[in-house]
Nanobody
């Protein structure tokens, strides 16, 4: 059984920075990639950033390119999302997701992920 736990959300003024972390626990040996999504209530989840386990390739949504960076955390089975130059539209709930034991064909699509965290709120004012 795999669990994902996010941390690091909070409130910040526009132009500021935040760092989110996601720690995976349990049987994590067949993890293909980890990703961050965000969701405004009433809307679909939007893929923000993805990192593949093998090779470390990354993908970003156009809306965050140049501002957000996904990377491996210092602890094992952890990924971080460094968010800079934050805008009010970066405000929704952020979710960590992982794909275990499955091929990811559309990295920014929520349908390729089978494990999700509970989410952490980011508010940019």
């Amino acid at each position: 059984h795999v669990q994902l736990v996010e941390s690091g959300g909070g409130s910040v003024q526009a132009g500021g920075s935040l760092r989110l972390s996601c720690a995976a626990s349990g049987y994590t040996y067949n993890r293909n990639c980890m990703a961050w999504f965000r969701q405004v209530p009433g809307s679909e989840r939007e893929g923000v950033a993805v990192m593949f386990t093998s090779g470390g390739a990354t993908h970003y949504a156009d809306s965050v390119k140049g501002r957000f960076t996904i990377s491996r955390g210092s602890a094992r089975d952890t990924v971080t999302l460094e968010m800079n130059a934050l805008k009010p539209e970066d405000t929704p709930m952020y979710y960590c997701a992982a794909a275990f034991g499955r091929v990811v064909n559309s990295p920014l699509s929520e349908f390729d992920y089978n494990v999700w965290g509970q989410g952490t709120q980011v508010t940019v004012s």
